[in-house]
């Protein structure tokens, strides 16, 4: 019964190693640089390389702007659901996860003027 419980906990030892270490590796990046969360911003993720987390800071007026977290279809058709996540500081910070999120102003006009980014996470 002993051995058992030494076996796990060096299993959650090493587990708890693993999750800090890619913790460790973390960059955080601020959304569209000294712009910060505006028009336009759907070209900044070109040529950076994210992956899970990373953090993406956000920063904007938050009596202009939101950020919020949509599915593909949202981002194509800049649309949120009752099911969106927002996120309404003016200086967010949000912990990207494996895969696509995709991310959009729900103000009116806002996304289709280029509030929009697509984050592939590795």
């Known amino acids: 019964m002993a051995q058992g419980r030494g076996?796990?906990?060096v299993i959650l030892f090493w587990c708890v190693l693993v999750v800090v270490s890619e913790m460790a590796d973390a960059t955080s990046?601020?959304?569209?640089?000294n712009n910060g969360w505006?028009?336009?911003t759907n070209n900044?993720?070109?040529g950076k390389k994210f992956k899970a987390g990373d953090v993406l800071v956000f920063n904007y007026s938050p009596s202009q702007h939101d950020v919020t977290v949509v599915d593909a279809n949202g981002y194509n058709s800049c649309n949120s659901?009752?099911?969106s996540k927002s996120f309404h500081s003016g200086h967010d910070q949000i912990t990207l996860g494996r895969g696509t999120t995709y991310f959009?102003?729900?103000f009116p006009g806002h996304c289709q003027q280029g509030m929009k980014i697509a984050i592939n996470a590795a």
């Open 104 to 106: 959009i102003c729900s």
């Open 44 to 46: 900044w993720p070109n």
């Open 7 to 9: 076996t796990s906990a």
């Open 38 to 40: 505006s028009f336009h």
């Open 81 to 83: 659901s009752k099911a």
């Open 29 to 33: 990046y601020v959304v569209g640089d």
